[in-house]
């Protein structure tokens, strides 16, 4: 398309004439064909690239875009399911049917599997679940893996179908099964499939500089919110809190908790420290680093009461919450205190944090979010996820320096190893066999060798502690085994 935006394609049959009609599908007024940056004098008229499949001309552009969107998904167009057909077919075997993938003009090296493919999906009801649940049950699927020696016979013309191939796993894919294995690599997800509805914005004491809201600065700030329960027993009741980046929580005068990891939703039973009547909730925050940064408290409280009465305490909203910059005493914790020369707090939303998956009353709530739901992140970068804001179809499968660099002396991924290493040691204690044992079960699917399971019990020594696991774990997930896909 770039190429015939300025003249007739030297690589494809696209026309001049052809790519302006496209492009007139989205303009507001009438375009006028410039060939090589030269006006013809003749106008452009809208039109689809096949305009076979049916006509997109309109008055309006939302007109115009509306037609677009059904001619490009109607069953006849096979071009778009039989390219859906070969990026799956790619995904999940290495090699897509047609290469590069945006070239479908090419000849496939199965032309009849393609459009079988195409077809059945479309007779699915575009059931991509279902597509690449017929690809993964074929024989082609299970057929031992391939390896080349060199990309160029993957991407050759004359390339033969022998098996899927051995491959990287993706950016996403690697996180995943960190998280899976080792730690959470990432608690929070720009988007929450599963959540229930519970708001994910912050509130901060409002901070101002010359008239203007800005970022909190380092320090302690104080919080209060006052409501009232009706007579009713209370049957139970739960809170979530998390606030970054650490807090004490109180509820009428109780101290309940504290934390200083706002990535870890703590999830508590608060029932006996509830009553009938005014309640007060008080939460001391305090906001780490040597500047100002983002800062924020997230809580929600479900009180159940007698006949089915339910109550559900938000501070997303910042309605009711109260906040000060300055140390009030002991008695701020009481219902009585005089909190009137306070301030509302500000919602400063959730851009920073997204949507903590286990701030939720759900139970059997996930333990990581997936790398998919994730927004771009420096480590995902690193390990070849493209950017979203431009347009990729492919990835480089081979690893760089930079992935190398980031999985050696990365400061983000060491953290997860050292979560990880302490929460084994909690589970395993001082048993290197077992450690070793069930590291191997997990990551590879099989128990060590003698040969390597003396090796990793000599770097665990005979009392295992956080150094030596996090050399084991890394020595693990940088194995061939472990990152390729065989």
């Known amino acids: 398309m770039k190429c015939a935006s300025c003249h007739n394609s030297f690589v494809s049959n696209l026309t001049l004439d052809q790519a302006y009609g ?8 009438v375009m006028e064909l410039n060939r090589c940056d030269i006006p013809t004098g003749k106008m452009a008229q809208v ?3 096949y305009p076979e499949l049916g006509s997109v001309e309109a008055d309006s552009l939302k007109e115009r875009l509306l037609k677009l969107s059904e001619v490009i998904v109607k069953p006849e167009n096979g071009r778009l399911y039989r390219t859906i057909a070969n990026r799956i077919w790619q995904r999940l075997m290495g090699r897509g049917f047609i290469e590069p993938l945006d070239e479908m003009d090419k000849t496939p090296w199965d032309a009849d599997l393609l459009d079988w493919l195409a077809a059945d999906f479309i007779e699915s009801g575009y059931d991509l679940k279902q597509l690449m649940r017929t690809i993964m049950t074929s024989k082609a699927y299970q057929l031992p893996t391939v390896s ?3 990309l160029e016979q993957v991407k050759s013309a004359r390339y033969v179908f022998n098996g899927p191939i051995v491959r990287r796993m993706s950016a996403e894919q690697f996180s995943d099964a960190v998280s899976q294995v080792i730690a959470p690599v990432y608690y929070a997800a720009a988007y929450n499939p599963s959540g229930d509805q519970l708001s994910s914005n912050r509130i901060w004491h409002r901070e101002r500089k ?12 104080y919080f209060r919110h006052k409501f009232t329960l009706t007579d009713q027993e209370i049957i139970n009741a739960q809170a979530l809190i998390s606030v970054d980046h650490s ?14 990891d706002w990535r870890k939703v703590s999830k508590l039973d608060v029932t006996k420290f509830l009553k009938s009547g005014e309640n007060i909730i008080a939460i001391e925050g305090t906001n780490e680093g040597p500047i100002a940064n983002p800062a924020g408290i997230l809580f929600a409280m479900r009180i159940r009461q007698k006949d089915s009465l339910e109550t559900t305490i938000q501070s997303a909203s910042g309605e009711g919450w109260k ?6 005493g002991k ?7 005089n909190d009137s020369d306070w301030e509302n707090v500000r919602n400063y939303g959730a851009m920073h944090w997204d949507q903590l998956l286990s701030f939720s009353f759900e139970e059997n709530l996930p333990t990581y979010a997936r790398a998919s739901l994730v927004r771009q992140h420096p480590f995902l970068k690193a390990l ?3 950017s979203r804001e431009t347009v990729a179809t492919s990835r480089d499968d081979q690893a760089t320096l930079l992935q190398s660099l980031e999985l050696t002396n990365g400061a983000y991924f060491n953290q997860v190893l050292e979560e990880g290493a302490s929460s084994w040691l909690q589970q395993y204690g001082s048993n290197g066999a077992s450690i070793v044992d069930a590291l191997y079960l997990k990551c590879l699917g099989r128990k060590p060798s003698n040969k390597e399971k003396d090796i990793m019990l000599s770097v665990l020594g005979d009392t295992p502690d956080k150094e030596g696991l996090q050399d084991v774990f890394w020595a693990t997930l940088l194995l061939p085994e472990f990152q390729f896909i065989y």
Do not use: H, Q
């Open 331 to 337: 008695e701020w914790l009481s219902i009585a205190y």
């Open 22 to 29: 496209f492009a007139s599908i989205f303009a507001d007024s």
């Open 47 to 49: 039109s689809f690239l």
């Open 148 to 150: 080349y020696e060199k």
């Open 323 to 328: 906040s000060a910059d300055v140390n009030p």
């Open 247 to 260: 807090y004490s929580f109180y509820l009428n005068r109780n101290k309940v908790a504290e934390g200083n």
């Open 210 to 221: 010359f008239d203007r809201d800005v970022l909190p600065e380092p320090g302690t700030r």
């Open 384 to 386: 070849g996820r493209p």
